[in-house]
C-alpha cells in the first residue's frame, strides 16, 4: 500500500534552516502531485508547498513563499521541503501527503484532494 515518511524534523534557531524528507513507496510516485502541509498545535492543517507530477511547477502560500522549496527526485521516490530563514511561526507538525488523481494539480487544494498521508515530523523553532 502507499506509505509516505517524512523524516528530518527537530529544533532550529529563528533564522535557521531545516530539509525535511519524504520517503514515497507503493505508487507510482513520478505521476502524482505532492505536496507538504503543516499543523500548529491546537490549529488546522495549512497547505505550504506543492509540486506537480514530474516536477514542473510549485505553488508556495505567502506565508512561507520566497523561504521554502519543495522539490523531488523521481528516481528514488523522495519529496523534500527546503525551509530557510525560519520564524517561531513556522513551528509546527509537518506532512507530507499524495493527491488523489495521477496527471492532476490545482492551484487551489482542499483536503478532498489527498488520499495518503505521512506520520509527520515536528519542527520547533525557538530561541
Not at 524528507?21 to 513520478?30: D, E, K, L, P, Q
Not at 507530477?53 to 502560500?61: A, K, L, R, S, V
Not at 505567502?62 to 523531488?72: A, P
Not at 506532512?95 to 520547533?124: E, I
Amino acid at each position: 500500500q502507499v506509505q509516505l515518511v517524512e523524516s528530518g524534523g527537530g529544533l532550529v534557531q529563528p533564522g535557521g534552516s531545516v530539509r525535511l524528507s519524504c520517503a514515497a513507496s507503493g505508487f507510482v510516485f513520478r505521476l502524482y502531485t505532492m505536496t507538504w502541509h503543516r499543523q500548529h498545535p491546537g490549529k488546522e492543517r495549512e497547505l505550504v508547498a506543492a509540486i506537480t507530477y514530474f516536477g514542473h511547477d510549485t505553488n508556495y502560500p505567502d506565508s512561507v513563499k520566497g523561504r521554502f522549496t519543495i522539490s523531488r527526485d523521481n528516481t528514488n521516490n523522495i519529496v523534500y521541503l527546503q525551509m530557510n530563514n525560519l520564524k517561531p511561526e513556522d513551528t509546527a507538525v509537518y506532512y507530507c501527503a499524495k493527491v488523489r488523481t495521477q496527471y492532476w494539480h490545482t492551484r487551489h487544494y482542499s483536503s478532498q484532494d489527498f488520499d495518503s498521508w505521512g506520520q509527520g515530523t515536528q519542527v520547533t523553532v525557538s530561541s
